[in-house]
């Protein structure tokens, strides 16, 4: 189990790590070596998340969440896989919670009426540059 907050943790199964070659310069090291590491994670298939923080986590992953749903985060910045694995697994944990935090509501509220003043004597400060513009004579 992964904790990720007080009510959601995640089963060690539902993700899928992959060693795979890291890209980018390195030497002879890179070539022969896979110590990046790419973390799937089924967001659409998971029990452990409820509806509100799927949907909300679709949109905070973007680019990396797959047609089918799928979340792949790639970790290539440490020299070991171990390192990379836990930057991978840390970065999903922290998109986790940013998704389970519920946006405030909004609360309409009438503009001010000094607010609305301040509208209108701008709209006329405006119109009066724009009429400054027209060409003498004109009277529409």
Do not use: C, W
């Not at 022969?32 to 659409?44: G, I, N, P, Y």
């Not at 999903?92 to 405030?104: D, N, S, T, W, Y």
Request: proline content about 5%; overall charge positive.
């Amino acid at each position: 189990m992964i904790p990720v907050t007080d009510a959601i943790a995640l089963e060690d199964d539902e993700l899928v790590e992959k060693a795979v070659r890291a890209s980018g310069p390195g030497g002879q090291h890179v070539n022969k070596t896979s110590t990046a590491v790419e973390l799937r994670f089924d967001v659409r298939g998971s029990p452990s998340l409820p509806e509100d923080v799927k949907a909300r986590l679709t949109s905070l992953a973007g680019s990396r969440m797959t047609q089918d749903g799928v979340l792949v985060l790639f970790a290539q910045n440490a020299r070991s896989q171990e390192l990379n694995r836990q930057d991978a697994r840390e970065r999903l944990i922290e998109l986790i919670r940013k998704a389970a935090v519920r946006p405030k509501r909004r609360r309409r509220t009438k503009p001010t009426y000094a607010s609305k003043m301040e509208r209108l004597k701008s709209k006329t400060r405006r119109s009066g540059v724009k009429a400054l513009r027209a060409k003498p004579g004109r009277d529409d």
